[in-house]
């Protein structure tokens, strides 16, 4: 079983986070440079980060299960695990919600922004929010590979 979790946890993290990364810091800037048009990019990117939040609440499922098992071995750990999982759902939700105010301000088929300061402000907000997403999953993976090194001490696995 602990097996079993460690991978799903593993794919499932990987795709998001490093989705995550490789949106943010590649993606995004190449849209702007290509498409010139922050709107053009601005409709894709809506787009995309519907899917990273998906993958980002599929991928705090499994971070949670993960916590739950190490905190059976290790309360420190576990609960250090378990304060970044909520950081990272809490940060989704965050999202969502911001991401619903970036959506009333944007109309798809003008596509214009109708609100520039709204916009501005929502976007600064959502950015924020990844931020802080992106922060509390690598610091959730850096303990994880602790914790599971001390668990995996603690409980033989033959």
Known sequence: MIVTSRILLLIVFSLFWGGLTFYTGIVIRISHDVLIDPMES???????????????????FFMLWNAVLVRKISRKYGF??????????????????????????????????????????SHRRYNQLTTIEWISSLIYLIFTVAAWRQVDKQTPTH
């Not at 990272?88 to 798809?108: E, K, P, R, T, Y």
């Open 42 to 60: 601005g409709l894709i990117t809506q787009r995309v980060t519907h899917w990273l939040q998906i993958a980002g609440a599929v991928s705090a």
């Open 80 to 121: 250090t695990l378990i304060t970044c999982s909520l950081i990272l759902v809490c940060s989704l939700v965050g999202l969502v919600l911001v991401h619903n105010q970036l959506d009333a301000v944007i109309d798809v088929d003008a596509m214009e922004i109708t609100n520039r300061d709204a916009f501005t402000i």
